[in-house]
T-cell receptor, first 116, second 113 residues
Framework: GAGVSQSPRYKVAKRGQDVALRCDPI?????LFWYQQALGQGPEFLTY????????KSGLPSDRFFAERPEGSVSTLKIQRTQQEDSAVYLC??????????????FGPGTRLTVL | GENVEQHPSTLSVQEGDSAVIKCTYS??????FPWYKQELGKRPQLIID?????GEKKDQRIAVTLNKTAKHFSLHITETQPEDSAVYFC????????????FGSGTRLQVQP
C-alpha cells in the first residue's frame, strides 16, 4: 500500500519568504509527527497530532513555525519569514496509534528545504 | 524531557564481522525503543524495536537488548554485509502521551567488503 508521502521533495526559498510543506500520512493513521533533520544529525521532534488535535508542539523552534491538520489526515507545516538556520530536511511520520497500541512510526521521504 | 545518547558515532567493520551500537536514555518511564536505518538521501526505516517488558528481541541477523536498570539498549548486527552500511538511529519516547520520539545522534556504519 501507499506509504507516507511529502511534497515538495525539494524547496529553495529566499530568506524572508514563507514556505508550506505538505504531508500525506498512511490512510487510517491517527498519529502524525513532524521532525527536523539537520545535516549529519538525528531527527529532532517538532510537533505531534492525534487526528486533528495538535497535542504537542513543544519542539517548534519559534513562532515562525506553524502546523495544522484540519481534517485529521493531510498536514501542512508552514514556516514564515524563513531564515538560513531553517535549512534542513523536514520529515513527516505517521502511526496507527489505535487502542491496540501500534505506535510504530513510518516516515516519509522528507522535504529538503534550502534557505538562501 | 527524554535524553538519548548514542555511540559510537562511526563504526567500520569487515564484512562478516559483528557490529554493536549502544544507546542510553534518561527517563525510567520510557517503554519503547525503536532502531531506524537511514541510507544516504533516504527516509529512516524501522529495522527492529523492543518494549520494556522484554530484555532481548531478535530478527535474523539483527538483535536488540535492553537493560532497564542501567537504562541502556543496544543494537547487534551479526554477519555484516556491505548493504548494512548506513546511519543507524536509536530512539525513545518523549512528550505528551509518549508517542513522539527523541532520537540519538546516529552511528555511521561502514562495512568493508
Amino acid at each position: 500500500g501507499a506509504g507516507v508521502s511529502q511534497s515538495p521533495r525539494y524547496k529553495v526559498a529566499k530568506r524572508g519568504q514563507d514556505v508550506a510543506l505538505r504531508c500525506d500520512p498512511i490512510s487510517g493513521h491517527v498519529s502524525l509527527f513532524w521532525y527536523q533533520q539537520a545535516l549529519g544529525q538525528g531527527p529532532e521532534f517538532l510537533t505531534y497530532f492525534q487526528n486533528e488535535a495538535q497535542l504537542d508542539k513543544s519542539g517548534l523552534p519559534s513562532d515562525r513555525f506553524f502546523a495544522e491538520r484540519p481534517e485529521g489526515s493531510v498536514s501542512t507545516l508552514k514556516i514564515q519569514r524563513t531564515q538560513q538556520e531553517d535549512s534542513a530536511v523536514y520529515l513527516c511520520a505517521s502511526s496507527l496509534g489505535s487502542s491496540s497500541g501500534s505506535i510504530t512510526q513510518y516516515f516519509g521521504p522528507g522535504t529538503r528545504l534550502t534557505v538562501l | 524531557g527524554e535524553n538519548v545518547e548514542q555511540h559510537p558515532s562511526t563504526l567500520s567493520v569487515q564484512e562478516g564481522d559483528s557490529a554493536v551500537i549502544k544507546c542510553t536514555y534518561s527517563d525510567s518511564a520510557s517503554n519503547y525503543f525503536p532502531w531506524y536505518k537511514q541510507e544516504l538521501g533516504k527516509r529512516p526505516q524501522l529495522i527492529i524495536d523492543i518494549r520494556s517488558n522484554v530484555g532481548e528481541k531478535k530478527d535474523q541477523r539483527i538483535a536488540v537488548t535492553l537493560n532497564k536498570t542501567a537504562k541502556h539498549f543496544s543494537l547487534h548486527i551479526t554477519e555484516t554485509q556491505p548493504e548494512d552500511s548506513a546511519v543507524y538511529f536509536c530512539a525513545a519516547p518523549r512528550g505528551t502521551g509518549r508517542r513522539a520520539l527523541t532520537f540519538g545522534s546516529g552511528t555511521r556504519l561502514q562495512v568493508q567488503p
